[in-house]
Structures are given as structure tokens and as C-alpha cells.
């Protein structure tokens, strides 16, 4: 049986956090018929999870009237996320590194540097009126980007 | 994200079930972790053998447990940690911070 077509899925929700299930539970459904092994899903729905909170908290203030825009593009292989809220910007070069020494007690500030971990790219976009687009990018079959790929497994 | 609390040869430990994800679960492990200390709890341990998944807002109620808990002379400790939730806290280091242990038995000896 020849792989599934590369397929593209938009979705616009409100900036309510159990938006997040849902966008979530849209995506195991898409990789579903791809045979993505377990642990590379896991790894980017935690980074997914991240985007969709930054854009619902960060971006739009929870402000249920602002729309979070999110569009899969998933193929046999890889898939690329794209999370677009209305809100203001912010700079990526001013997050602080949540491993220096006077952050590890933070209580934020890990959410950017788990989507990096979790997936091979990120990308950010500003729009000249606003808003901010973040693209996650996953290869399927390629080296493993979880949290186990970089401290050596965790069992 | 379901919480239960019980006693153990002094220390209070809450089993957590579910996900510590922003919304819900990360709310609940904070009003779980205030409602012992309010209660007199000194030295809490987490049992998160059945936490499923947990996020970057997760790990910040953790560290604002550990946090609470330690500011006030007593100790927090997890135990049980699933495979992928420890990795969640190795890779931001968070394991050379917070008292992570094996089991039950380990926990509960290290506060007694």
C-alpha cells in the first residue's frame, strides 16, 4: 500500500487553553496513518503544547476573542506546524537561557527552549501589524530530538 | 489532573493522576501544595508514578512547590517519575535541583 499524500489541515481557535487538547488530538489523528513511532509524537506534541501556550498566554492574553491560527503540513516525511496568534511580538533574542545558573529556580521561561529540543527547527515571524508566527519542523526517521537524545536516555 | 492525599510516617503525600499541563493540572498542583502547607504539612512528597505528561507550566508549579515548601524549613521530593516526565526535568537540569527519588520507601526515609 503506497504512503498517504502530503496533507495540509488549517485550524482557527479561541484563546482558551483547552484549545490545546483539541489542536493536539487533531494532530495524533493526522499522524495516525503515517506509523510516526511513539516517542518522536510524544516529544513534538510536548513542543506543540508549548507554541499553542505561548500564543494563547503570551500572544493573545487569553483574550478569547483572538483567534489562534494553526495550519500541519504532515507527509510521510516530517511534518511542519505553524502557530500564528494576534498578539505583539516579542523579541527571541531577549529570552533568557533557562540554564544559567540564577534561572534554574525560575518558575518560567522554559517554553522556547523545550520547542527547540523537541523538534530539528523553529522559526519565528512578525507581522508588520502584529502578530506573532512560530513554525515547528520535525523529519520523521531522523535523530531522535527528545529529551532522551540529549542526556543519554532517561531510564 | 486528579490529586490524593495521605499520610506517611510524617510526610504528606499527594498521588497525582494525569497531566501537569497549563490550565488544569498545573492549577490544582498548586492548590493541593497550599492547602497542605496550610494544613501544617512540613515535608511534601509527590508521587508522580501516574502523571502523564507535563509542560513547561508543569515544571513551574514544581519549582514554586519546591520553593514554598523549602522557604519554610521543610522538603519537598518526588518519586516514581515516569521515563519521559523525568526527561522533561533532565533537560533543563532541574534534576540537580529538586530531591528526585526512586520509590516510595526512598522518599518517605529521606524526610523521616
Redo the contacts between chains.
Keep these: 500500500m503506497s504512503a498517504p499524500s502530503r496533507q495540509t489541515i488549517r485550524l482557527s481557535v479561541s484563546s482558551r487553553y483547552e484549545n490545546i487538547e483539541l489542536v493536539l488530538a487533531v494532530v495524533d489523528e493526522a499522524l495516525e496513518p503515517l506509523d510516526v513511532d511513539e516517542e518522536s509524537a510524544y516529544w513534538m506534541g510536548i513542543a506543540l503544547r508549548e507554541a499553542l501556550t505561548n500564543a494563547i498566554k503570551h500572544g493573545n492574553a487569553q483574550d478569547p476573542e483572538k483567534k489562534v491560527e494553526v495550519a500541519l503540513e504532515v507527509g510521510a516525511d516530517g511534518i511542519e506546524i505553524t502557530v500564528e496568534d494576534e498578539g505583539g511580538g516579542f523579541d527571541p533574542a531577549a529570552v533568557e537561557d533557562p540554564l544559567a545558573p540564577d534561572n534554574l529556580l525560575k518558575t518560567r521561561g522554559r517554553g522556547i527552549f523545550y520547542m527547540r529540543k523537541f523538534m530539528d527547527k523553529i522559526e519565528y515571524d512578525f507581522g508588520a501589524e502584529g502578530g506573532t508566527k512560530v513554525r515547528l519542523h520535525k523529519k520523521f526517521g531522523g535523530p531522535r530530538t527528545g529529551a532522551e537524545g540529549d542526556q543519554g536516555g532517561a531510564e | 489532573m486528579k490529586i490524593d492525599k495521605r499520610q506517611r510516617d510524617g510526610a504528606t503525600i499527594l498521588d497525582l493522576q494525569g497531566k501537569i499541563?497549563?490550565?488544569?493540572g498545573d492549577v490544582a498542583l498548586r492548590e493541593a501544595v497550599h492547602e497542605a502547607v496550610g494544613a501544617g504539612a512540613v515535608n511534601i512528597l509527590l508521587n508522580m508514578g501516574r502523571v502523564r505528561?507535563i509542560?513547561?507550566?508543569g515544571?513551574?508549579?514544581l519549582?514554586?512547590a519546591?520553593?514554598t515548601v523549602t522557604n519554610r524549613g521543610g522538603k519537598l521530593g518526588l518519586f516514581s517519575l515516569p521515563?519521559?516526565v523525568?526527561?522533561?526535568l533532565?533537560?533543563?537540569?532541574?534534576v540537580?535541583?529538586l530531591d528526585i527519588m526512586e520509590d516510595e520507601d526512598e522518599a518517605v526515609a529521606s524526610v523521616s
Design positions: 499541563t497549563i490550565g488544569e505528561t509542560d513547561s507550566s515544571v513551574g508549579e519549582i514554586a519546591y520553593t521515563r519521559r523525568l526527561g522533561v533532565q533537560i533543563t537540569q532541574l540537580t535541583v
